[in-house]
């Protein structure tokens, strides 16, 4: 009689780690076969957004291949290392790119895309990914309103650093009907990206090996 | 319904009367899983994904054709093996089918349509918690034949995407005044032409596109279903009425 049992228990268990198998067999399958188009659509996806605040025609290399890892920053305010996305025209530094995030928005964090020509205008912002109120505070996002183009071309001297504000603060950025927070936000992770660009224009322009060699290793995460 | 009887019994002379016709078997499933059971208005079924996807038509069908996909591949492996699994153990066995299934839907949407896998992020891998996919495995392909299971799970599917895609519409026509924004990241980058502006110049209405238009949406489309329902039936009694009094003055 228990060995009845048993051996029921054990055919019951035998059968459920069969299915289990073939379940993960499917699931690994499909992993390789979509591995390579999976990485091939997010450098795709990548590069398109770069394109979109970059100019493609603006410079020569690769942007997704000369870039530089360096450790994270306050100013960036993220947690992990940051890449920094490196346009040239051949030996000539024309922008970078990288992200920032904004911690202050309205619901949780904006992430933005910010490029910055050498000469320390903005070449173009895009945010990523937000949770802003849909209708108010989304319209900080190019599908919906093109108010992240009024940040095109501005300096660290265009306006002076003391206008870098939303105009209810007295600067010279529109906020949004019902929403002041979240443009005030990337207003202020704009200008703190531009700040970052003037203080390290040095660094970031330099090949990871050289980098790393001057400033030490930086976290790879 | 006398008449409709009397010409099935004429139709089953016809044929061998022990294996009835392809139609009368397969008719029902689609009647079924599209109108009388169908997952949202019957069955109740899958309302998470339904209300938090539904803000737009592309959203809507995206999360549906996944959801269809799903059906249909778990329905047919579960059918397959449904004289193999014990009772005992069949619901872990439906739940590691339907979540491999799963995986391999969501990788495959990452890898061929990346910006709707980035606009429905989360909700591909929760189609594994609709229960309206666990319940068709359980009520209908762990007793069905694999052919059965297949069209019943394209057409619970089928009914599913069609409550999502109504929904969607609603809510995008009124919260937008557009449809089919977005259609490029579904059909490929040459389809915007396909977006189409409902009200010109519209200012938006934000319920709409909020949780609480979702369920207000749903509620009209369930008081509507009901109310068609309804005239059916009224309509049918009527029929019949008609029928029995002519037949008396006849």
């Known amino acids: ?221 | 319904m006398p008449e409709t009887e009397a010409i099935s019994i004429t139709e089953t002379n016809d044929t061998t009367e022990d294996t009835p016709s392809f139609i009368d078997e397969y008719a029902p499933i689609a009647k079924e899983g599209v109108w009388t059971n169908n997952a949202v208005f019957a069955q109740m079924l899958g309302l998470c994904p339904l209300l938090a996807v539904s803000n737009s038509v592309v959203n809507a069908l995206g999360l549906g054709i996944a959801t269809t996909l799903v059906l249909i591949l778990s329905n047919m492996s579960v059918s397959l093996i449904r004289n193999i699994v014990r009772p005992e153990i069949r619901l872990p066995v439906f739940v590691v089918i339907i979540a491999s299934a799963v995986t391999a839907i969501e990788l495959i949407i990452h890898a061929w349509f990346h910006e709707l896998y980035l606009v429905l992020g989360i909700f591909i891998p929760l189609i594994v918690t609709n229960c309206a996919i666990i319940a068709r495995a359980e009520a209908f392909a762990s007793k069905n034949t694999l052919g059965k299971s297949f069209f019943d799970g394209l057409m619970m599917g089928f009914g599913f995407t069609l409550v999502l895609l109504a929904l969607g519409i609603i809510r995008e026509v009124i919260g937008m005044g557009t449809l089919l924004s977005n259609a490029h990241i579904m059909f490929g980058d040459g389809m915007q032409w396909l977006t189409i502006e409902v009200f010109p110049n519209y200012d938006g209405f934000l319920l709409a596109l909020l949780p609480p238009g979702a369920f207000i949406g749903l509620a009209f489309l369930l008081a509507g279903r009901n109310y068609f329902d309804r005239c059916l039936k009224d309509m049918a009694k009527k029929k019949s009425q008609d029928l029995t009094t002519e037949k008396s003055t006849a």
Not at chain 1, 13 to 33: D, H, I, N, S
Not at chain 1, 132 to 150: A, F
């Open chain 1, 1 to 221: 009689m228990k060995a009845a049992i048993f051996r029921n228990m054990m055919m019951s268990a035998a059968l459920l780690a069969g299915f289990g198998g073939l379940g993960t067999a499917l699931v690994m399958a499909t992993f390789e076969a979509t591995k390579d188009q999976i990485e091939a659509s997010e450098k795709a996806n990548l590069l398109k957004n770069l394109n979109n605040i970059i100019p493609s025609d603006s410079y020569t290399n690769n942007l997704l291949d000369n870039k530089l890892i360096v450790p994270p920053t306050t100013q960036l305010g993220n947690k992990n290392s940051t890449t920094i996305y490196q346009a040239w025209q051949g030996k000539k530094p024309i922008a970078v790119a990288f992200s920032v995030i904004a911690h202050d928005g309205y619901s949780g964090d904006i992430k933005l895309l910010v490029a910055i020509k050498a000469s320390g205008h903005i070449s173009g912002v895009r945010i990523i990914s937000h949770k802003e109120t849909p209708g108010l505070g989304d319209k900080i996002d190019i599908s919906k309103d093109n108010w992240v183009l009024s940040f095109n071309d501005k300096s660290l001297e265009n306006p002076i650093r003391k206008k870098w504000k939303v105009k209810k603060d007295g600067g010279i950025f529109d906020q949004f009907t019902g929403a002041t927070i979240t443009p005030r936000a990337v207003v202020g992770a704009v200008y703190k990206a531009l700040d970052y660009y003037k203080y390290n224009e040095s660094k970031l322009f330099l090949d990871q090996a050289k980098y790393d060699q001057l400033y030490g290793p930086s976290v790879h995460q």
